[in-house]
């Protein structure tokens, strides 16, 4: 009778050790699984983000200035995104990718002109319907090359329903009765903290690029009021950024604006070469390289 307890026991330790050793084996595999899930997430984000990359390649070469925008915003989402819990490649690599739908129309964008501004002949309701064709064209672009959902998310959604307010006002002046809404993007506001922040950081960053003389305050001033903007307009409410998120993306917009746009000496341009003659520092400087 003992030894049947004995062994009757044993018995189900064995059985309750077994059941733990497959539990422990199942645990281990479905960690190593979603392991090489999120870490295949991030690296598909890293190889998006290489400059080689066919569509950067295309937005580098076809809207130079464009190209250079999406680098500064994506430097800006990058200052800030781990510290309001924010997913930071998704963020960088969506800033880079955000404005793709300009290749189609570059020379339509302002900061792709160099003069010639094509609007000023252009009424102002096809001015706003070639601005905002970019989101969608943005989107089909992406579509096409098989960029994350995550990322299209955040192109269509990196202007919510804001107002074109340029091309409105312009409307206004020539127009009596002209609605707003006919004059804004017609797509979801942003829906993660990540198309949050890029639709920040853009606004943020073209704003600044249009100070006359940028300085501390005049920039500090810029972002709070961008920032105030989009969230007085009901373009954040569903973003789930908090107030303390807010004010600490105003501050670190702000830092990395001041140290962008710091004031430099004046080189001087030429220097004297001998009684009636003038070198450019440019000539000398190649001499040197040169020797």
């Not at 964008?109 to 002949?121: A, L, R, S, V, Y």
């Not at 105030?228 to 600490?248: A, F, G, I, P």
């Amino acid at each position: 009778m003992l030894r049947q307890r004995q062994y009757y026991h044993k018995n189900i330790i064995q059985k309750i050790a077994a059941r733990f050793s497959w539990a422990s084996y199942f645990y281990i595999k479905v960690k190593r699984l979603l392991l090489a899930i999120f870490s295949y997430k991030d690296y598909n984000l890293l190889e998006l983000m290489r400059p080689n990359q066919p569509i950067i390649l295309k937005l580098m070469r076809g809207a130079p200035g464009t190209y250079n925008h999406s680098l500064a915003v994506a430097n800006l989402v990058d200052s800030v995104s781990g510290e309001i819990g924010a997913d930071s490649l998704l963020c960088r690599a969506a800033a880079i990718y955000h404005d793709i739908g300009k290749i189609s129309r570059p020379y339509f964008f302002n900061e792709n002109q160099t003069g010639f501004n094509p609007h000023d002949k252009t009424k102002a309701k096809m001015s706003y319907l070639i601005i905002t064709a970019h989101v969608r064209d943005g989107a089909e672009i992406a579509r096409k090359s098989h960029l994350p959902k995550e990322i299209i998310d955040i192109i269509l959604q990196h202007h919510g329903n804001g107002l074109v307010s340029y091309f409105y006002e312009e409307a206004k002046k020539k127009q009596e009765h002209v609605k707003e809404s006919d004059f804004r993007y017609h797509e979801k506001i942003p829906q993660s903290k990540e198309a949050a922040l890029v639709m920040l950081a853009d606004s943020v960053e073209a704003a600044c690029r249009s100070i006359a003389k940028p300085c501390n305050k005049s920039i500090t001033s810029m972002v709070e009021g961008v920032i105030n903007s989009r969230l007085e307009d009901h373009q954040l409410d569903n973003s789930t950024l908090t107030v303390s998120d807010l004010n600490l993306i105003k501050k670190k917009f702000s830092m990395f604006l001041v140290n962008v746009y710091h004031p430099r000496i004046k080189y001087p341009a030429c220097r004297k070469a001998g009684p009636g003659k003038v070198i450019p520092l440019r000539s000398v400087n190649s001499g040197n390289r040169d020797k």
